[in-house]
């Protein structure tokens, strides 16, 4: 199956991430370049999610997922090798309307976890659609190696432009061109 390509706005999206091990710990990584309204349960949290969570001071509870903790959450992240577990809380997550990942359980998905590149304003995503995270991780540190450490000045400027000229084919014009002058320049 293929997955529709979205970049969902999280500002005001409470997410629930389920499991506390390494995996978890990568997901939430991934979750903090987007959000901090991250609330983790888990029953043990290695050293590293407890110094993460800790040091950002996100909202934790070391315990078993209790039905019900879902409610009044956007999203849900269950990372934990229990498949009954993530089973129940993928059902569970209809009831109560919110997006449900189970980690490498694509049955439970109904969003997976792209490769991306993160520079400043500029996010490229890379999915195989579970075929194979292996050549979307490469892709992607390929694709890394292109861009310029100059990208997030770029995006500004064209921000500010996009803002100053009014809307219309002759700013669409001028932008365009900007862009592909900038992306031309990388190969020189």
Not at 62 to 75: C, F, L, N, Q
Not at 86 to 93: L, N, T
């Amino acid at each position: 199956m293929a997955y529709f390509p979205a970049f969902i706005k999280l500002d005001d999206k409470k997410i629930l991430l389920v499991g506390g091990g390494k995996i978890a710990y990568e997901k939430l990584v991934h979750l903090l370049d987007f959000s901090e309204d991250i609330t983790i349960i888990a029953q043990e949290f290695s050293e590293e999610m407890l110094a993460k969570m800790d040091a950002l001071r996100l909202n934790y509870t070391k315990r078993s997922y209790e039905k019900g903790d879902i409610a009044g959450y956007s999203i849900v992240v269950v990372a934990v090798d229990d498949i009954p577990l993530q089973s129940a809380i993928f059902e569970e997550s209809k009831e109560y309307k919110c997006l449900c990942n189970a980690v490498d359980s694509v049955d439970y998905c109904d969003f997976i976890f792209p490769s991306y590149i993160k520079k400043d304003d500029l996010t490229i995503a890379v999915s195989t659609s579970g075929a194979s995270p292996a050549m979307a991780k490469h892709l992607r540190r390929y694709l890394q190696e292109l861009i310029p450490e100059s990208i997030g000045g770029f995006l500004e400027e064209m921000r500010a432009l996009r803002k100053r000229f009014p809307k219309g084919k002759e700013r669409m014009k001028m932008l365009d061109e900007k862009a592909k002058k900038y992306i031309e320049s990388w190969s020189k």
